[in-house]
């Protein structure tokens, strides 16, 4: 059974920083697109950043420059790095996993919550 578990979110002021984690268990095989979402109270999930097997990475207009996406392939790990942190940026974050047969994982979410 293939989980995906986050860890690293909490309630930061803003300007500060914040790194998620997501780890990959069980058999899930080769994996193609990592991927962090976020969804706001009241608001759609919307794609954060997205991150390839071969490290291309893109980004939201509303975090370029402030986040960024990596991963560590022998770890089946994918982070998110979040600086500068916005009271806009509080939301429940979610990993994403795609392997190589197409199939999509998704992991349980984790809190950020930006306020002073």
């Known amino acids: 059974q293939v989980q995906l578990v986050e860890s690293g979110g909490g309630l930061v002021q803003p300007g500060e920083s914040l790194r998620l984690s997501c780890g990959a268990s069980g058999s899930i095989g080769g994996i193609d697109d990592m991927r962090w979402y976020r969804q706001a109270p009241g608001k759609e999930r919307e794609l954060v950043a997205d991150i390839t097997r071969g490290d291309t990475t893109d980004y939201a207009d509303s975090v370029k420059g402030r986040f960024t996406i990596s991963r560590d392939n022998t770890k089946n790990t994918v982070y998110l790095q979040m600086d500068s942190l916005k009271p806009e940026d509080t939301a429940i974050y979610y990993c994403?996993?795609?392997?190589?047969?197409?199939?999509?994982?998704w992991g349980q979410g984790t809190q950020v919550t930006v306020s002073s």
């Open positions: 994403y996993a795609r392997n190589q047969y197409t199939n999509q994982y």
